[in-house]
T-cell receptor, first 109, second 112 residues
Framework: SQQGEEDPQALSIQEGENATMNCSYK?????LQWYRQNSGRGLVHLILIRSNEREKHSGRLRVTLDTSKKSSSLLITASRAADTASYFC?????????FGTGTRLQVFP | DVKVTQSSRYLVKRTGEKVFLECVQDMDHENMFWYRQDPGLGLRLIYF???????EKGDIPEGYSVSREKKERFSLILESASTNQTSMYLCASSPPGQREQFFGPGTRLTVL
């Protein structure tokens, strides 16, 4: 069952620009997580935000969570070509995660 | 450095063959998961395990089975491979309590 939906499906930007990806979900959650996947590889965990948190930072990443709207956003500031990847949100209210379909980010040098 | 390894990066099998995909983690995690990933569909959970010898069906268990005889190893079995099982298979592990999952590099399986 698909819980999260990312928007946009694809995003192309120049190096140095900011990239914003959005995630919407349907049911109550304990936390929401963001993952990154380089082409043909496994996923790497980026950041976890709990349902009682509204904003969280990690390096160039900023995540917000609005539980009233059931939505989250991931902001990558000052993007680099190496940020080119697919980004997935995943929601948790049990030990299982439910993943969205992802946003493909392309950062041009 | 934590690690989840999968037995093969690429695998080509014939329809009807029995296929074993192995996953090993070195983090002493209780939870282990098998997903398949297809374009436009994201990651879908096939099976997961909370403990040794314990398994639970995920969203798409049909055509698959699993085995967890040791804590560090979680195997996915395709009893009789079919072409619609051509996909990227991802294994993950996590500690209990809705924590982050650690993923292996994936196995791209092609069934001819």
């Amino acid at each position: 069952s698909q819980q999260g939906e990312e928007d946009p499906q694809a995003l192309s930007i120049q190096e140095g620009e900011n990239a914003t990806m959005n995630c919407s979900y349907k049911t109550s959650i304990n936390n929401l997580q963001w993952y990154r996947q380089n082409s043909g590889r496994g996923l790497v965990h980026l950041i976890l935000i709990r349902s009682n948190e509204r904003e969280k930072h990690s390096g160039r990443l900023r995540v917000t969570l609005d539980t009233s709207k059931k939505s989250s956003s991931l902001l990558i500031t000052a993007s680099r070509a190496a940020d080119t990847a697919s980004y997935f949100c995943a929601t948790a209210n049990t030990d299982k995660l439910i993943f969205g379909t992802g946003t493909r980010l392309q950062v041009f040098p | 450095d934590v690690k989840v390894t999968q037995s093969s990066r690429y695998l080509v099998k014939r329809t009807g063959e029995k296929v074993f995909l192995e996953c090993v983690q070195d983090m002493d995690h209780e939870n282990m998961f098998w997903y398949r990933q297809d374009p436009g569909l994201g990651l879908r959970l096939i099976y997961f395990s909370y403990d040794v010898k314990m398994k639970e069906k995920g969203d798409i268990p049909e055509g698959y089975s699993v085995s967890r005889e040791k804590k560090e190893r979680f195997s996915l079995i395709l009893e009789s491979a079919s072409t619609n099982q051509t996909s990227m298979y991802l294994c993950a592990s996590s500690p209990p309590g809705q924590r982050e999952q650690f993923f292996g590099p994936g196995t791209r399986l092609t069934v001819l």
